[in-house]
């Protein structure tokens, strides 16, 4: 019986990709990445339910759990290019949500010591503080930007009585130390939070807030490459944060606090892989997919496929293959 299990659920892997144990370094030290479940979501200050979110993400793909996917614009297979494995479910504590957090830390270190690439699936986005500061915590503190795709800051400083919330992991990174005020960039902001004193924060911190009003007035193409230009100014990795709520619950409707003008799934799935293509990418989180607000598991099967986009960049770039190579099939239809 593995130590890391699933809490929720059958015991699959993500894509049927081998399992490993994170007490046996033997299973998992050569891999390039290493699946890891945070099923958490007691930091959640509205709709629940993603605690069953890493189970929802592996059990949402329609193809055989066979441990291949061949990319059809890239004509590569990240399963196959990468060694990836999946270390299960990190043992959640309901209710404690430091030491639920500190569990996931502690994982997460494990994984970045062996210089594979951490790949989160949550949860509510609470797990951010763990999962960056563990990254940062062998790469380096305050060596590691952070890019964030996300309807909401997270920057609150405290929620419901309490510094650790989903609404707050983003200022508790900063205040830490594990990451860095201006070299963390925000993308897909909109409604009507956060106040103006918690901007005004945002602000004294230097952080760069892409909100989905400049995206549409300049072009997300143009916002991304604005970020990638500052991400690794003076940083040697990144870490890429992706609550799902920054896609329109119009396309991703299974999560916890929705909000309406976001972007395209097309959109994001483009995005990531961009990201990982072209910057060193030293960990990843998937976060608030919430399966009783799902329709369809539409906004599992939405992560699942960031998870592939993600890890397909990962392998383009290490093979050095620099864009989209999709066509005509070979010898004509």
Same mark, same amino acid.
């Given at each position: 019986?593995?130590?890391?299990?699933?809490?929720y659920g059958p015991d699959i892997t993500l894509f049927g990709?081998?399992?490993?144990?994170?007490?046996?370094?033997?299973?998992?030290?050569?891999?390039?990445?290493?699946?890891?479940?945070?099923?958490?979501?007691?930091?959640?200050?509205?709709?629940?339910?993603?605690?069953?979110?890493?189970?929802?993400?592996?059990?949402?793909?329609?193809?055989?759990?066979?441990?291949?996917?061949?990319?059809?614009?890239?004509?590569?297979?990240?399963?196959?290019?990468?060694?990836?494995?999946?270390?299960?479910?990190?043992?959640?504590?309901?209710?404690?949500?430091?030491?639920?957090?500190?569990?996931?830390?502690?994982?997460?270190?494990?994984?970045?010591?062996?210089?594979?690439?951490?790949?989160?699936?949550?949860?509510?986005?609470?797990?951010?503080?763990?999962?960056?500061?563990?990254?940062?915590?062998?790469?380096?503190?305050?060596?590691?930007?952070?890019?964030?795709?996300?309807?909401?800051?997270?920057?609150?400083?405290?929620?419901?009585?309490?510094?650790?919330?989903?609404?707050?992991?983003? @200022?508790?990174?900063? $205040?830490?130390? %594990?990451?860095?005020?201006? =070299?963390?960039?925000?993308? &897909?902001?909109?409604?009507?939070? #956060?106040?103006?004193?918690?901007?005004?924060?945002?602000?004294?911190?230097?952080m760069r807030c892409f909100e989905m009003s400049e995206i549409v007035k300049r072009g997300l193409d143009s916002i991304?490459?604005?970020?990638?230009?500052?991400?690794?100014?003076?940083?040697?990795?990144?870490?890429?944060?992706?609550?799902?709520?920054?896609?329109?619950?119009?396309?991703?409707?299974?999560?916890?606090?929705?909000?309406?003008?976001?972007?395209?799934?097309?959109?994001?799935?483009?995005?990531?892989?961009?990201?990982?293509?072209?910057?060193?990418?030293?960990?990843?989180?998937?976060?608030?997919?919430?399966?009783?607000?799902?329709?369809?598991?539409?906004?599992?099967?939405?992560?699942? @496929?960031?998870?592939? $986009?993600?890890? %397909?960049?990962?392998?383009? =770039?290490?093979?050095?293959? &620099?864009?989209?190579?999709?066509? #005509?099939?070979?010898?004509?239809?």
């Amino acid at each position: 019986m593995r130590p890391y299990q699933p809490m929720y659920g059958p015991d699959i892997t993500l894509f049927g990709v081998p399992s490993c144990n994170l007490d046996d370094r033997e299973t998992y030290g050569d891999a390039d990445v290493v699946v890891l479940g945070a099923p958490f979501d007691g930091g959640t200050a509205y709709r629940g339910g993603a605690r069953f979110g890493p189970r929802a993400i592996r059990d949402s793909d329609y193809l055989p759990y066979d441990g291949l996917r061949p990319h059809l614009a890239l004509r590569i297979d990240p399963l196959r290019e990468l060694k990836v494995v999946d270390a299960g479910d990190v043992r959640m504590h309901p209710g404690l949500i430091e030491k639920s957090l500190e569990s996931v830390e502690e994982a997460v270190v494990l994984i970045a010591e062996t210089g594979a690439v951490p790949l989160v699936l949550g949860g509510d986005h609470s797990i951010a503080l763990p999962d960056v500061t563990g990254v940062a915590r062998v790469r380096g503190w305050g060596r590691v930007s952070v890019i964030h795709f996300d309807a909401h800051a997270d920057t609150g400083d405290v929620q419901c009585g309490s510094l650790f919330g989903h609404g707050t992991p983003m @200022r508790r990174l900063i $205040e830490s130390g %594990a990451a860095r005020g201006d =070299r963390f960039l925000q993308i &897909g902001l909109r409604g009507y939070w #956060p106040p103006p004193d918690t901007l005004q924060w945002m602000a004294e911190q230097k952080m760069r807030c892409f909100e989905m009003s400049e995206i549409v007035k300049r072009g997300l193409d143009s916002i991304l490459d604005e970020a990638l230009e500052i991400a690794l100014d003076d940083c040697d990795t990144v870490f890429l944060s992706i609550d799902i709520d920054v896609v329109d619950p119009g396309m991703a409707p299974g999560t916890g606090t929705p909000e309406p003008g976001g972007l395209t799934s097309r959109q994001l799935l483009d995005s990531v892989r961009q990201i990982c293509r072209e910057v060193h990418v030293g960990g990843l989180d998937i976060v608030e997919v919430s399966p009783p607000y799902d329709l369809s598991n539409i906004t599992a099967m939405l992560a699942s @496929r960031v998870a592939l $986009e993600a890890l %397909a960049g990962i392998a383009s =770039r290490r093979r050095g293959t &620099g864009h989209d190579v999709s066509g #005509p099939l070979l010898g004509g239809l």
